[in-house]
């Protein structure tokens, strides 16, 4: 009997029950686009059928509607099928207007005539309605050759093994699989978007996919979710999975699949399959119909499978872990509904990436509803297990989790080495045959990986559970042995096994069992103090007595200094490398409350001792002591400690503990904390934390202001630095804080500070007003304001430009206005009426440029009021000025504006330079210079020139010189930039005094520098030593090279031979050099000279490329046309061609080709196109990227490109070359895996 015939009888014998449920699946299948489906002829949960009209039916997007009728011999033929119609288009059984049925399916288990057929559809003449008719023949003929696992499913025949079934199917097994466990993959699907659209790219591209990455980590759910996306925009292919059933697969496969039609074959976990090779051999048999192969395999197996298909050049993704928000979104979803925090640290902790943990740690916290359930997760990790384990005996034998034990605790382990593992296992007392056996078993399991030699359990999470359940919970191995053996080499595999298992396992959990193995060690090998720190600072959360002790002992027996002066000061990055031993290993302690007294009078002794160490102690405290939100859980215990000492020690005159108060005080009053923690896989996270007002947080806060308060009278500087580091404005402000604080602020404001103190009167204004900004009111506010101002204070708002404080006090709606009120108020504050008064304001505006470092615009107030003085009484202002000299001119004061203004006649005129002629003083050049440009037109004449030429010739130090204002004198001198220059040039020569031109000097003013080039050349290349940024935009340089283009020679060997330039970088864009006129020629030349040079290589990559930068148009083109030709005529020097190349790749790729192509049509000789840099030499690379497949990737390009050219059977040796470099890149990329592999073996 024919496979066709055995269906057709098996139909006709079925229950009409059974009918309908294979229908009805048939019918999901062939019609998947519906908004609703309802099976209304059928008893929910029972397989039994009930009355309804219609039996089933799917509601289509477009609201309209599908009915379905069944009918078998037993129940009935045509006049049952003319009746059911019937029914279906009575609007009062169905409830739906004829008008909104779309079609209506019969699907019957025996066969009508022709007449009987017509009858049928002459029910529906005068309607839309479309019929279809799913008769005993068509019924077969479908179901043999497209849905032969509805057969096995409802007929029961055993027409194939069940290995090829539909998506929905193969979903359905793989959730009954997974035994109720989280790994169904019908979850709801995200964060995949991204390999998602990349897979369905390589659908296109490739029939060959292999979708890599480690267990658990969304493999076979993104296939799933890919192929169902891709067959929505490729309607012509159908859908098949292997649901491998260990039976061959060759006959299934050509059974279901039409060599005519279009499939995609989605297999999962191919290494898995070990008739793979019947479905690459299924591949290569002749069809017509596409066949895309997407296969998904653990990432350490790729090369197995991949080995197979390789002539098909397979698309390899590698499918990454999932990221921490990636995991949080997934069980925050619809799914699970976890929207607390708590929870997700812990969940995200434990699944490492994983999103099947993931998911099954989401399942427990919402079966307990208790955090604390997730601190020991073992059982977790049992069920995990037997989600990919079916052979629970090996699982359980206690050979095997030996073996897993100690392959967790070495990381990687060289099984074939057998002298290194026998000495291992001699210790555990385990043999080498056994140990071979076992991960032989246990790569079947799926439990390691064994590569390159070597085998590792694929996951940390799993490796710490194989570490804690073998050495810890079940006592399968001898921790004893492993401290002995081990710790001194392997002191890092301690931290990496023993401290996840704490955090998964439960500390208790692992203390209990490990602490007293701990203590013995301990004894015996604490007499070697670099040993025991080492191995302290592993286990001093296990030996807290111990580690204490220890340091106690240390401290004891150092020598107290002698110096007693304590300084808690340190530069940004101080501890960064160079750390203290002790405060390291006590510093630990910090993190909690227990043992925290002792731990931090150990440290304050250990600086009273060591005080160059305090500030260190200092830095550890603001870093590991401050707010947290763990503390808020606490009740800021650890805080609370700490200040409880600080204020003890301090109440009996400690000076150690005061000075330590004081500084802490300014970090423990802010209101937010900044913290920077170490997250999972080497991650750094941000965050800050706000302080909450709650009682703990103000008992603490109470304390220190009570203190601020008490001891001001004795430390005044010190507390007036704490308060006016409160007073600083900043956006971190907690109103209900601030509110607190105020009547310990305004306490000290009344007992302790004065209106005769400048500073107090600076700090209690700025204190108020940030208050009053931030809404903070009080009565006294206003009485403080008036109470607290002076003298200098006045003068200090005036010169002081504030404008946020100004705000309060003038109406501007932008700065240039507010910056015009405050030179009118400056200019009618100062009105002098004798030099003695200015010296009576000076020393207290000199007191205040000191004291407030942000003083820039000072000296611009200075101006206004001297110019204003001048205007008024030109004979005091110069005697202010002459008062300044005297001074020294100690406040780097340079006239200008006065100058501008009082220059314009001549009596002030010869006053002035009188005045500024009488002595040598700070800044005199830079008077005179202002001097020359601000006086009045009128004045201008020889002698000034002169004078001008004179003070330039006389500088003694470092200036800058903007000499523009200058070119009104060229009317009487045209000449005088020319002479100038030459006075800079041979000062620069004579003395080394670096005299700089403003940078535009040669674009701006270049038309009167005359017409010796030689001149011009020399200052260009004089000041561009001085200053690399001189003439930036390059436009000097044109204009020189437009006279003169062979001093572009000039100019590269100037920049070569500066010994200094491999510490530069050269920011002039020479690409300026295509608008010169045959500057081709020169420009070779100019290259010659980089490649004549002994460091040309590094000196290429700043000069060199800077010739092609952002070219456009025609430039563009005119260097393109140069660099071909420059291949053309140096295809047999290799230094210019690596050059060349090097500038092809990095600024005009776009030539890569057609110079490839043309150094290949003049040069065959393979020496030297093998030193060519055709791919560059190394890369930048971002992420876990296998940088010799990208390399081979690279490589196979110019193959590509070579093999388009004309040039024939002399390019067999290039051709051969570069194969060889992608299969040794292909190589290289494998041991890279291999590097990735052992990890930190």
């Known amino acids: 009997m024919s496979r066709l015939q055995s269906i057709e009888n098996a139909l006709v014998e079925i229950n009409e029950t059974v009918f309908q449920e294979l229908c009805d699946s048939f019918l999901t299948i062939r019609n998947s686009n519906y908004s609703a489906f309802s099976r209304t002829g059928s008893q929910s949960g029972k397989q039994k059928t009930t009355v309804g009209t219609p039996d089933s039916f799917f509601l289509l997007p477009s609201g309209k509607y599908i009915y379905v009728e069944h009918t078998t011999i037993s129940n009935g033929r045509v006049n049952k099928l003319i009746n059911d119609i019937s029914k279906c288009l009575d609007t009062s059984k169905t409830g739906v207007p004829v008008d909104d049925i779309e079609e209506i399916i019969l699907c019957l288990n025996f066969n009508l005539k022709t007449d009987q057929i017509e009858k049928i559809k002459n029910l529906l003449k005068g309607t839309y309605i479309k019929l279809t008719l799913n008769t005993l023949d068509s019924l077969s003929i479908e179901l043999l050759f497209h849905h032969r696992d509805l057969v096995h499913q409802f007929l029961g025949l055993p027409l194939d093994s069940g290995q090829i079934v539909s998506i929905k199917q193969f979903v359905n097994e793989y959730n009954k699989a997974s035994k109720g466990v989280a790994t169904q993959i019908d979850n709801q699907f995200l964060h995949r978007e991204d390999e998602m659209n990349n897979l369905i790219a390589s659908l296109h591209q490739s029939d060959f996919i292999i979708l890599t990455g480690a267990p658990g980590v969304g493999k076979t759910k993104l296939a799933i979710e890919t192929i169902?996306?891709?067959?929505?925009?490729?309607?012509?292919?159908?859908?098949?999975?292997?649901?491998?059933?260990n039976y061959s697969l060759l006959d299934d496969l050509y059974q279901y699949m039409n060599k005519e039609k279009d499939y995609i074959l989605f297999v999962d976990d191919a290494n898995r399959i070990d008739a793979f090779n019947q479905i690459v051999g299924f591949y290569k048999s002749t069809r017509r119909g596409t066949l895309k192969v997407l296969i998904t395999v653990r990432d350490y197996a790729y090369q197995e499978v991949g080995k197979l298909c390789y002539e098909y050049s397979p698309i390899r993704i590698d499918l990454m872990k999932l990221n921490d928000d990636q995991i949080i979104d997934i069980i925050k979803s619809d799914s699970f509904k976890i929207s607390n925090s708590d929870y997700h640290k812990e969940i995200v902790r434990i699944a490492d990436g994983n999103p099947r943990l993931a998911i099954m740690t989401a399942k427990l916290a919402i079966e307990k509803q208790n955090i604390y359930a997730l601190s020991d997760v073992s059982d977790l990790f049992e069920k995990y297990f037997s989600t990919f384990i079916k052979d629970d005996g090996e699982f359980s034998k206690e050979i095997n989790l030996k073996c897993l034990g100690l392959i967790a605790f070495f990381f990687t382990l060289p099984y074939k080495d057998k002298d290194i593992i026998k000495k291992i296992l001699a210790k555990f007392g385990m043999t080498y045959l056994?140990?071979?056996?076992?991960?032989?078993?246990?790569?079947?399991?799926?439990?390691?990986?064994?590569?390159?030699?070597?085998?590792?359990?694929?996951?940390?999470?799993?490796?710490?559970?194989?570490?804690?359940?073998?050495?810890?919970?079940?006592?399968?191995?001898?921790?004893?042995?492993?401290?002995?053996?081990?710790?001194?080499n392997n002191s890092d595999r301690f931290k990496d096994c023993i401290i996840p298992a704490n955090n998964t396992f439960g500390h208790e959990n692992v203390m209990g069992k490990i602490?007293?193995?701990?203590?013995?060690?301990?004894?015996?090998?604490?007499?070697?103090?670099?040993?025991?720190?080492?191995?302290?600072?592993?286990?001093?959360?296990?030996?807290?007595?111990?580690?204490?002790?220890?340091v106690f002992n240390i401290i004891s027996k150092i020598k107290a200094s002698d110096n007693i002066e304590y300084n808690t000061k340190y530069k940004t990055n101080a501890f960064s490398y160079d750390k203290n031993n002790i405060i390291e290993l006590l510093g630990n302690f910090f993190r909690f409350s227990h043992n925290l007294q002792d731990v931090?009078?150990?440290?304050?002794?250990?600086?009273?001792?060591?005080?160059?160490?305090?500030?260190?102690?200092?830095?550890?405290?603001?870093?590991?002591?401050?707010?947290?939100?763990?503390?808020?859980?606490?009740?800021?215990k650890r805080q609370e400690i700490l200040i409880d000492i600080l204020l003890e020690k301090f109440e009996q005159y400690d000076g150690l503990y005061a000075k330590s108060f004081y500084e802490l005080s300014k970090t423990f009053l802010k209101y937010k904390f900044h913290h920077t923690k170490g997250g999972r896989n080497n991650t750094i996270y941000w965050y800050d934390y706000a302080i909450p007002n709650n009682e703990f947080l103000q008992k603490i806060r109470i304390k220190i202001w009570q203190t601020l308060d008490t001891n001001f009278i004795n430390y005044p500087n010190e507390s007036l630095e704490v308060i006016t580091g409160y007073s600083e404005r900043n956006p971190d402000v907690i109103m209900d804080i601030m509110y607190f604080d105020l009547s310990f602020i305004l306490s000290i404001i009344n007992n302790h500070l004065t209106s005769n103190s400048f500073e107090h009167c600076y700090y209690v204004q700025k204190q108020i007003r940030w208050l009053m900004k931030c809404s903070i009111t009080h009565e006294s506010f206003e009485m403080l304001l008036r109470k607290f101002t002076n003298s200098t204070y006045e003068i200090f708002l005036k010169i002081d430009w504030d404008r946020y404080r100004d705000k309060e006090s003038y109406e501007f709606s932008d700065f240039k206005e507010y910056d015009a009120l405050k030179e009118t108020e400056i200019r009618n504050s100062f009105i002098f009426n004798s030099v003695r008064e200015f010296e009576i304001f000076y020393i207290d505006f000199t007191r205040i440029k000191k004291w407030k470092p942000d003083n820039w615009n000072y000296n611009n107030c200075i101006e206004f009021i001297i110019d204003q003085i001048c205007i008024n009484n030109f004979s005091l202002g110069i005697g202010i000025l002459k008062?300044?000299?005297e001074k020294e001119n100690?406040?780097?004061?340079?006239?200008?504006?006065?100058?501008?203004?009082?220059?314009?006649?001549?009596?002030?005129?010869?006053?002035?330079?009188?005045?500024?002629?009488?002595?040598?003083?700070?800044?005199?050049?830079?008077?005179?210079?202002?001097?020359?440009?601000?006086?009045?037109?009128?004045?201008?004449?020889?002698?000034?020139?002169?004078?001008?030429?004179?003070?330039?010739?006389?500088?003694?130090?470092?200036?800058?010189?903007?000499?523009?204002?200058f070119k009104r004198y060229t009317s009487l001198k045209p000449n005088l930039f020319q002479e100038i220059l030459y006075v800079v040039i041979d000062k620069i020569n004579d003395t080394g005094t670096r005299i700089i031109l403003r940078g535009s000097f040669f674009s701006d003013y270049f038309d009167l520098l005359g017409t010796d080039i030689t001149l011009i050349k020399k200052g260009y290349l004089q000041q561009y030593v001085l200053d690399e940024h001189i003439d930036y935009n390059g436009e000097g340089l044109i204009n020189i090279l437009k006279l003169d283009s062979t001093f572009l020679l000039e100019y590269i060997e100037n920049i070569i031979s500066d010994t200094g330039f491999e510490r530069k970088s050269h920011h002039k864009n020479l690409s300026i050099i295509w608008s010169i006129e045959k500057i081709e020629n020169v420009l070779i030349q100019a290259l010659d000279l980089v490649f004549n040079k002994d460091n040309h290589y590094y000196i290429s990559d700043y000069i060199c490329e800077s010739f092609f930068l952002d070219?456009?148009?025609?430039?563009?083109?005119?260097?393109?046309?140069?660099?071909?030709?420059?291949i053309r005529n140096n295809n047999n020097n290799l230094d210019k061609m690596n050059f060349m190349i090097n500038i092809i790749r990095n600024k005009r790729n776009h030539l890569f080709d057609s110079a490839l192509l043309l150094f290949i049509s003049l040069n065959q000789d393979i020496d030297y196109f093998s030193?060519?840099?055709?791919?560059?030499?190394?890369?930048?690379?971002?992420?876990?990227?296998?940088?010799?497949?990208?390399?081979?990737?690279?490589?196979?390009?110019?193959?590509?490109?070579?093999?388009t050219s004309n040039v024939g059977i002399r390019l067999i040796p290039i051709k051969k070359y570069i194969s060889d470099k992608v299969r040794s890149k292909l190589e290289y990329g494998n041991w890279e895996r291999q590097r990735k592999f052992l990890g930190k073996h």
Request: a negative charge; aromatic letters at 16%; charged letters at 25%.
């Open 1111 to 1126: 070219l456009k148009d025609e430039m563009s083109e005119k260097a393109d046309i140069f660099i071909l030709n420059y």
């Open 515 to 550: 602490k007293p193995k701990l203590q013995d060690f301990w004894i015996a090998s604490k007499l070697n103090e670099e040993k025991s720190f080492k191995f302290l600072s592993t286990f001093w959360f296990y030996l807290q007595e111990e580690t204490l002790e220890f």
């Open 600 to 636: 931090i009078e150990l440290l304050f002794e250990f600086t009273r001792k060591t005080p160059q160490h305090l500030p260190e102690l200092i830095h550890k405290i603001k870093e590991e002591l401050t707010f947290d939100d763990v503390d808020e859980r606490n009740g800021f």
């Open 228 to 245: 169902q996306q891709y067959l929505i925009g490729n309607s012509n292919f159908n859908a098949f999975c292997i649901s491998y059933k």
């Open 1171 to 1203: 030193k060519i840099s055709w791919r560059g030499n190394g890369g930048s690379y971002s992420g876990d990227v296998i940088i010799g497949d990208i390399q081979a990737a690279e490589w196979r390009n110019i193959l590509s490109i070579v093999e």
């Open 890 to 965: 100690e406040i780097d004061y340079i006239p200008i504006l006065v100058l501008r203004n009082q220059l314009n006649t001549q009596f002030k005129i010869e006053k002035i330079w009188s005045l500024i002629q009488s002595k040598f003083f700070k800044g005199r050049t830079e008077w005179e210079i202002s001097f020359y440009e601000n006086i009045d037109d009128k004045f201008i004449n020889l002698e000034l020139i002169r004078n001008i030429i004179e003070t330039i010739n006389q500088i003694q130090y470092p200036i800058t010189l903007n000499i523009g204002k």
């Open 883 to 885: 008062f300044l000299i």
């Open 434 to 488: 056994e140990f071979v056996d076992s991960i032989d078993k246990l790569e079947n399991l799926e439990l390691v990986e064994i590569q390159f030699e070597h085998v590792k359990i694929p996951e940390q999470n799993l490796s710490t559970y194989f570490f804690y359940k073998s050495f810890i919970k079940d006592n399968l191995l001898s921790f004893d042995e492993l401290l002995m053996n081990y710790f001194e």
